[in-house]
């Protein structure tokens, strides 16, 4: 029997029945769940649902106070009052009423009544859709109190509807999550929905509303922790809702919506284009599905405006902003100002407006935001940042107000460390402003403190690399702008060194620790050193190929790292109250970082917006040189044109010639008795050709090149690390004995274009290989062969092509021949260790191996280069940019020539680099002024440009310094 028949005869017989026939209040009550019925999935007509509201009062004043059947009476009514107030007809007072005959329904049950369950989950769907438009925290305590009574109360063969239940208790536990900020909540909620999909029946009607269920708590998690598996397990689960459901579906279009949040997400963190145009496609289908004045219509109508200025952002297209504010007006102008989503979306018109340059109305939607959300929730610090930073903007009283805003946000303990970490980086960014002109000098070093503990607390042991590189993106520039301060406010060199080591290379310095030799430890206490290295086995498994992520191998691998984590902490901490080992794996202290720089001193470049310096670190001590003339923004501006038109000149005058002259390194010195130096630059110096700083085209020896040997770490910590590596086998052992140079040539590169000169590079490197009894080894050009190969190696050189990821640093890999299904890349690199038989040079013969494309990584330093080196290489000779085919067999002919020469030892590979670029350097110079390079010996020990007498101007050749890229890693 159809709707429309039940109907009929139901409207028959009460033409039939007597009023005092004690059926009739049933056949109305029936009456009332068909005309909701029908209302709800055949024809969403008003008429409809007002005949379910009037019959279903009937029923219940028709029943008389102690009947049993009033309970269900009353549930009928709750759910036809409920269901116009999601309408677009919907009354003031519906949700009320509705709520008040749900709570008198559950009261007049017995405890014994089988439908029960149906009436707490009926109440606790209503009260929760009360908080979200009210935020009553009330209404949300007594939804899940509900909730959890009905789940208890579900019959054992009813797995459907327990299902259902569970789900709707994750929904309101995360709902407490975002009123309290307890992320234990959130937790709470991702574990009672998965019980929920893995209980329903599959062909349960409720088992794709509960998969999407799950999929947006994993979802909001994400948000939170920056977990890749949780995202792609998210996306995995809402595309599976949507498959499982049509058009015609109800749930439909609020699964589009979800799904289409998910892409969101995806595309913030890959920047990859197609998933933001599924975002939106999926958005407005689900929008086109939404009926005007349908209560969800706002909330789709914000996620389309947040896609649209994400858009916006990636295009510059002033029609993207433009629709992006016309969706949020939208959403704005169809909610109440109670509405939980309200202030976000008036945050979110502020950023809009503040992009279109109304500042004016911008500052007003933020005040609205800010006022609208009560402390303690935990997106409140992402409201008072807006704020603030449109308060920044102006003058005298707003400023100080703006510091109070940044202030509250850093030190809300309820937000989410991100948003606290935003905070932080605005304040110390703005540190003179905000703090130094009003002499608040204790305050700003306290921010500088705790802005570090904040990034030891975001980037837990247990996340996996590329989570770890995504977060800590929100970090960028913090350690820099922290140790400026200490160095403005007179806390000394070593203060700022502990904050530039502790703030910077979070990612590598974690890999380090578990790499870490714990021999000492071992020794005794063995009990320890075993939880150690068990721990570390289980942090150091590889996540699951990119085409697993979102499985359930994921999900399980991604909870045992995290215990592993919390577990490792509690490790380390026992390992640090012990005596002798109070500093197990700390950043390094001073007395370490003297040590270090015995072999030569360790030039630590600080470019932040208040002042930059070099801070020289000598085996004497630690000195501070303010390089006055270094901006932040001249190095910004610099650094666009790099590649193309590299001023070294600037470099030298500005950043390198100061620090050479600082440490008595003003001219060329004899041969056999070059000083060292360490160059550890930060911020965007980490682009820059240090080493080929200088004046090359004037008399003279004003040049890095003719002053000292460069090498490059990105932190103290990776040189004290390197030097911690086993000496290198001695040079000398017959091949048939020794280890490996592996050989891997890429002439020809598939999609790519062709290096002509790749093979003469190889049989140049392997012809001195054998001179230096080393036996080569080319295994197949794939990197499951290359990656093998590296256990028996000695020496790998690479030639053919490198590729920099723009956004995704981890992603940058060598080009070899399955580069485009099976990249070896960066991360792939991290996931090997090769300490037990480390490896001595590897030479990356590409382009940009040792570049960081991706402005929010320059603090991680994280690149080919790196890589190999954290690999277990004890030196790596790579690239900044795009290198020159010719030039890259002169340059390799050299630097082996010279390992030939002076065998295998650490000085000789910075040596051999650094005379093969200045060999080339000098062939340049000849190239540039070919009628004023004369042979004879200069300052440099070598040829030098002299003007000619007879000219009055001189012709300069523009010829590209294709000998600058190059350098050295190592120890």
């Not at 989950?121 to 939804?143: F, P």
């Amino acid at each position: 029997m159809n709707l429309n028949t039940a109907i009929s005869n139901s409207e028959k017989a009460i033409q039939l029945i007597p009023e005092t026939d004690r059926g009739l209040p049933d056949v109305f009550s029936n009456l009332s769940v068909f005309y909701t019925a029908r209302y709800q999935y055949v024809t969403g007509s008003r008429q409809d649902l007002n005949q379910a509201i009037r019959t279903a009062e009937k029923a219940v004043n028709l029943t008389p106070e102690g009947d049993e059947d009033l309970p269900g009476r009353l549930s009928n009514l709750s759910n036809a009052l409920a269901a116009r107030h999601e309408s677009k007809w919907k009354q003031e007072g519906d949700l009320d009423r509705a709520i008040a005959e749900s709570e008198k329904a559950v009261r007049t049950a017995d405890e014994a009544t089988p439908d029960l369950y149906k009436l707490l989950n009926n109440l606790a769907q209503q009260l929760g859709e009360r908080y979200v438009e009210q935020s009553k925290a009330n209404d949300l305590d007594a939804a899940i109190q509900a909730l959890h009574r009905a789940q208890e109360r579900v019959p054992c063969e009813q797995l459907g509807n327990k299902a259902t239940i569970l789900q709707q208790l994750g929904v309101r536990l995360q709902d407490r999550y975002f009123h309290t900020g307890v992320l234990e909540d959130l937790d709470e909620a991702i574990q009672t929905t998965r019980r929920a999909v893995e209980m329903c029946p599959k062909d349960d009607k409720s088992f794709a509303i509960v998969v999407n269920a799950l999929a947006n708590r994993l979802g909001t998690r994400y948000t939170i922790t920056w977990e890749e598996h949780d995202l792609d397990e998210a996306i995995r689960l809402a595309q599976n809702a949507v498959d499982l459901t049509r058009k015609g579906d109800t749930h439909h279009p609020m699964f589009l919506a979800d799904l289409s949040n998910r892409l969101g997400y995806k595309y913030s963190r890959t920047g990859n284009n197609k998933d933001l145009q599924n975002a939106i496609e999926n958005c407005k289908r689900s929008l086109e599905l939404t009926e005007s004045g349908e209560s969800h219509e706002a909330r789709r109508l914000g996620s389309l405006a947040i896609l649209k200025y994400r858009e916006y952002l990636a295009t510059r297209h002033s029609d993207h902003l433009g629709s992006a504010i016309d969706c949020i007006r939208r959403a704005i102008s169809i909610s109440d100002p109670s509405h939980c989503h309200y202030p976000g979306w008036a945050r979110e018109l502020s950023v809009y407006l503040s992009h279109a340059g109304d500042d004016e109305e911008s500052m007003q939607w933020a005040e609205i935001a800010v006022k609208n959300t009560p402390q303690g929730h935990p997106e409140r610090s992402a409201w008072l940042i807006q704020l603030a930073n449109l308060l920044l903007k102006r003058v005298g009283e707003d400023k100080a107000l703006a510091k109070q805003h940044f202030l509250e946000a850093f030190y809300d303990e309820f937000c989410p460390i991100g948003e606290r970490l935003m905070a932080g980086r605005c304040l110390l960014s703005n540190v003179k402003s905000l703090f130094i002109e009003q002499d608040d000098f204790e305050t700003a070093y306290q921010v500088c403190k705790d802005s570090m503990g904040l990034i030891s607390l975001f980037g837990p042991r247990h996340l996996s690399s590329t989570d770890k590189q995504n977060v800590l993106t929100l970090a960028v520039g913090l350690a820099s702008e922290a140790a400026a301060i200490a160095l403005e406010l007179g806390k000394g060199p070593e203060q700022a060194l502990r904050f530039l080591e502790d703030g910077r290379g979070r990612l590598l310095g974690s890999l380090y620790d578990l790499r870490s030799n714990v021999k000492a430890v071992e020794q005794q206490y063995p009990d320890l050193a075993l939880q150690f290295t068990r721990l570390r086995d289980t942090l150091n498994t590889p996540s699951p190929a990119t085409h697993e992520s979102g499985s359930t191998a994921s999900t399980l691998l991604a909870h045992e790292r995290k215990r592993a984590g919390e577990f490792m902490d509690k490790v380390i901490d026992e390992i640090r109250s012990k005596p002798g080992f109070d500093q197990f794996l700390l950043p390094p202290s001073i007395d370490e970082a003297l040590d270090a720089a015995k072999q030569g001193p360790i030039v630590v470049l600080n470019l932040s917006r208040l002042r930059s310096d070099a801070l020289i670190i000598r085996s004497s001590g630690v000195d501070v040189l303010p390089l006055l003339g270094l901006s932040y923004e001249e190095v910004q501006m610099q650094s666009t044109k790099l590649v193309q038109d590299p001023d070294l000149g600037w470099l030298w005058d500005a950043v390198v010639g100061p620090v050479l002259e600082f440490l008595g390194f003003n001219a060329t010195p004899a041969d056999r008795e070059w000083p060292r130096v360490w160059w550890i630059p930060t911020g965007a110096l980490v682009k820059f050709p240090l080493h080929a700083a200088g004046h090359h085209l004037k008399p003279g020896s004003g040049t890095a090149l003719d002053r000292a040997i460069s090498s490059y770490s990105p932190s103290i910590k990776s040189i004290m690390h390197g030097r911690e590596r086993n000496a290198v086998d001695n040079p000398a052992v017959p091949a048939s004995e020794g280890r490996n140079l592996v050989l891997v040539s890429m002439e020809k590169t598939p999609g790519e274009k062709t290096l002509g000169n790749v093979p003469e590079e190889i049989a140049t490197v392997e012809s001195l290989g054998i001179a230096m009894n080393i036996s080569g080894d080319s295994p197949p050009p794939n990197k499951a062969s290359v990656l093998s190969a590296l256990g028996n190696c000695r020496i790998l050189h690479f030639a053919g092509h490198g590729s920099t990821h723009a956004t995704q640093p981890l992603k940058s890999h060598l080009l070899l021949q399955d580069w485009q299904t099976d990249p070896l890349t960066v991360q792939s690199l991290l996931d090997i260790d090769l300490a037990t038989n480390p490896p001595f040079l590897a030479y990356l013969s590409a382009c940009g191996s040792g570049e960081v494309a991706h402005e929010k990584s320059v603090d991680e330093s994280i690149h080919l280069t790196s890589a190999f080196q954290l690999a277990g290489f004890r030196h790596v000779i790579g690239t900044l940019w795009q290198v020159n085919d010719k030039v890259c067999v002169d340059m390799a002919r050299e630097v082996y020539t010279t390992l030939k020469s002076e065998g295998l030892n650490d000085l000789a590979v910075s040596a051999g680099l650094h005379r093969a670029t200045r060999q080339l350097r000098d062939e340049w110079v000849q190239k540039v002024h070919p009628e004023g390079f004369d042979t004879r010996e200069g300052n440099r020990k070598g040829k030098v440009w002299i003007p000619p007498q007879k000219s009055k101007s001189v012709v300069v050749k523009k010829v590209d310094p294709l000998w600058v890229p190059y350098v050295h890693y190592g120890v």
